[in-house]
């Protein structure tokens, strides 16, 4: 299985300042399609995730422009340019190339 | 406006079975790939199992393959996920996803315990 891993797993952020999750897949996530199926969610406090980018950098509608995805092979990046209150929760990717579909441990962000 | 609703979950004891079922609304379910995802207390998100659009492909976590038996039916626009010989780390919420995991529900809770 790929094993997906997360850095940090905790990060307390100032609220205006930017933060960044990192995360590694034990393989590449380049499917024989082309594609890279790599995701990332945001799941608040007592909800169900939210999918905020899709194959790595693709925004869902809705998302706030603040949040990027970046990356290649087996190295990804989210990126929240300017953290708000609303965005602490924890972050997972997520690959969708290799069976069994595999998440990351998580990023739990809070305000410091 | 979409909307995926699970239920179906319950206390059982080990051993037992259960039958999840999501409802969905929206989207034309028959054109999509669906899952049924799982969460632990205090933990992660786990893939389940997952089913073509017109069922005849399926795949299963190692952990689910035997157990588990995901299925569908478009004319009901409902996904459906058959969980057999729980037990107690089968307990999670267990929510349904679409798309690539674009929408979810807000998912069922299933406790095994005796």
């Known amino acids: 299985d790929v094993v997906m891993t997360q850095s940090p797993l905790s990060l307390p952020v100032t609220l205006g300042q930017p933060a960044s999750i990192s995360c590694r897949s034990s393989?590449?996530?380049?499917?024989?399609?082309?594609?890279?199926?790599l995701s990332w969610f945001q799941q608040r406090p007592g909800q169900s995730p939210r999918r905020l980018i899709y194959k790595v950098s693709n925004r869902d509608s809705g998302v706030p422009d603040r949040f990027s995805g970046s990356g290649s092979g087996t190295d990804f990046t989210l990126k929240i340019s300017r953290v708000e209150a609303e965005d602490v929760g924890v972050y997972y990717c997520?690959?969708?190339?290799?069976?069994?579909?595999?998440f990351g441990p998580g990023t739990k962000v809070d305000i410091k | 406006e979409v909307q995926l609703v699970e239920s179906g979950g319950g206390l059982v004891q080990p051993g037992g079975s259960l039958r999840l079922s999501c409802a969905v609304s929206?989207?034309?379910?028959?054109?999509?790939?669906m899952s049924w995802v799982r969460q632990a207390p205090g933990k992660g998100p786990e893939w389940v199992a997952h089913?073509?659009?017109?069922?005849?492909?399926?795949y299963y976590v190692d952990s689910a393959k035997g157990r588990f038996t995901i299925s569908r039916d478009n004319a009901k626009n409902s996904l459906y996920l058959q969980v057999d010989n729980l037990r107690a780390e089968d307990s999670a919420v267990y929510y349904c996803a679409n798309n690539a995991f674009k929408d979810w529900g807000q998912g069922t809770l299933v406790t095994v315990s005796s």
């Open positions: 393989q590449s996530l380049v499917h024989p399609d082309g594609s890279t199926y």
């Open positions: 997520m690959q969708a190339t290799h069976w069994p579909f595999t």
């Open positions: 929206g989207f034309t379910f028959s054109s999509y790939w």
């Open positions: 089913i073509k659009e017109d069922g005849s492909e399926k």
